[in-house]
């Protein structure tokens, strides 16, 4: 089941990644969605799931962002590892412990990736406006997380009031 729901969120990020000019949002501060699905299968995965999925993720990124390919590849395979070595598996009790982590995921990832592919197509680097540049991108992609939890949440719950199944009973409820 959680393969179908990373392949579902996969594509559905790949999309969004490709029009990126229909977002509203300043370069600067667009989520990265294919790092959130990278980070959500760290959180759900166990071991080598996890770090093959970070692989295809990575490498759609590469293909989606343009510069060296199979950079992004690595980077979060070797994340990906990184992070279960250290137990991002215990973050993911509660929707904030998660969001926090996946923050944390992707603000590693954007830093770490936006430096190499600057020093590999051998541009200057400003490592001040590359911290904020990745901070404030996973930011927004935490935000993204938290709302589609919170969408998720209210319809689950919306559907089990319409399902509930049950006769109601003339006893009062203390007695129930």
């Known amino acids: 089941m959680i393969i179908l729901m990373l392949g579902i969120l996969t594509y559905s990020a790949l999309v969004m990644e490709t029009g990126r000019g229909a977002w509203f949002v300043p370069a600067e501060t667009m989520p990265q969605l294919l790092f959130l699905v990278a980070a ?3 959180l759900r995965c166990r071991g080598a799931g996890a770090i093959v999925w970070a692989v295809v993720t990575g490498l759609l990124a590469d293909v989606v962002q343009g510069g060296p390919l199979g950079l ?3 980077l979060l395979a070797n994340l990906t ?3 279960q070595m250290v137990g991002m598996r215990r973050f993911r009790g509660t929707v904030i412990t998660a969001a926090a982590a996946i923050l944390v995921y992707v603000a590693i990832a954007g830093f770490v990736g936006s430096g190499l592919r600057a020093l590999l197509t051998s541009r200057a680097l ?3 406006s590359l911290g904020i540049s990745a901070v404030s991108r996973a930011g927004g992609t935490a935000v993204v997380y938290l709302l589609v939890m919170i969408i998720a949440a209210l319809v689950v719950r919306m559907v089990r009031l319409i399902f509930r199944r049950g006769v109601p009973s ?3 409820a203390w007695a129930r």
């Open 40 to 42: 959500i299968a760290a």
């Open 72 to 74: 992004h590849c690595v």
């Open 81 to 83: 590892f990184l992070s």
């Open 126 to 128: 400003e490592w001040q």
């Open 170 to 172: 003339e006893r009062p």
